[in-house]
T-cell receptor, first 117, second 116 residues
Framework: GAGVSQSPSNKVTEKGKDVELRCDPISGHTALYWYRQRLGQGLEFLIYFQGNSAPDKSGLPSDRFSAERTGESVSTLTIQRTQQEDSAVYLC???????????????FGAGTRLSVL | AQKITQTQPGMFVQEKEAVTLDCTYDTSDPSYGLFWYKQPSSGEMIFLIYQGSYDQQNATEGRYSLNFQKARKSANLVISASQLGDSAMYFCAMREFGGGADGLTFGKGTHLIIQP
């Protein structure tokens, strides 16, 4: 597609349920990033993928959060046993190969707004 | 300590005026990049402009320019001739080369409202 696509755009769930958020990056972009944005805040980096490898998972808020990526395409962010504090907008971004250096522009999707009741 | 500080939570500006959005940063890495993004009410983050730590000249992209003062560790965004469509949240972000391939570190943003 032309841009980064995220689904669903909105998700309402009950506390304790599992949710899966999906990100479809720009075609040809090998790097993929997940961020969380709480209400009125800046973006908080969660995890990135180079290809289907995630070298550093330390940004994930807790062990209830996991992410995977199939090849160099779709990624899913899974939150198990959701809590109310997980309510936020989850944004995905993609960029060309990291070999391009520090100026790798990240292009963002519109995000998934997660509400945990 | 915050790595990116945006001291203006909100700003009101008259249409057609120039506006400066402040951003200061903190890093000991000599190689880094600074980014500005715009987030309209639709939620999508739109890339505006980039400045590298070794760039000799201030970056410009159309009506956007970056006032980069390395010694002061500031990277203010200047929007010339503001338009109603410029109303949005604006975020300053940084990537440090020493951080490898980690993501961007964002400030808390400035909510800009352009008034007719």
């Amino acid at each position: 597609g032309a841009g980064v696509s995220q689904s669903p755009s909105n998700k309402v769930t009950e506390k304790g349920k599992d949710v899966e958020l999906r990100c479809d990056p720009i075609s040809g972009h090998t790097a993929l990033y997940w961020y969380r944005q709480r209400l009125g805040q800046g973006l908080e980096f969660l995890i990135y993928f180079q290809g289907n490898s995630a070298p550093d998972k330390s940004g994930l808020p807790s062990d209830r959060f996991s992410a995977e990526r199939t090849g160099e395409s779709v990624s899913t962010l899974t939150i198990q046993r959701t809590q109310q504090e997980d309510s936020a907008v989850y944004l995905c971004a993609s960029s060309t190969s990291l070999a391009g250096g520090i100026k790798n522009i990240q292009y963002f999707g519109a995000g998934t707004r997660l509400s945990v009741l | 300590a915050q790595k990116i500080t945006q001291t203006q939570p909100g700003m009101f500006v008259q249409e057609k005026e120039a506006v400066t959005l402040d951003c200061t940063y903190d890093t000991s890495d000599p190689s880094y990049g600074l980014f500005w993004y715009k987030q309209p009410s639709s939620g999508e983050m739109i890339f505006l402009i980039y400045q590298g730590s070794y760039d000799q000249q201030n970056a410009t992209e159309g009506r956007y320019s970056l006032n980069f003062q390395k010694a002061r560790k500031s990277a203010n965004l200047v929007i010339s001739a503001s338009q109603l469509g410029d109303s949005a949240m604006y975020f300053c972000a940084m990537r440090e080369f020493g951080g490898g391939a980690d993501g961007l570190t964002f400030g808390k943003g400035t909510h800009l409202i352009i008034q007719p």
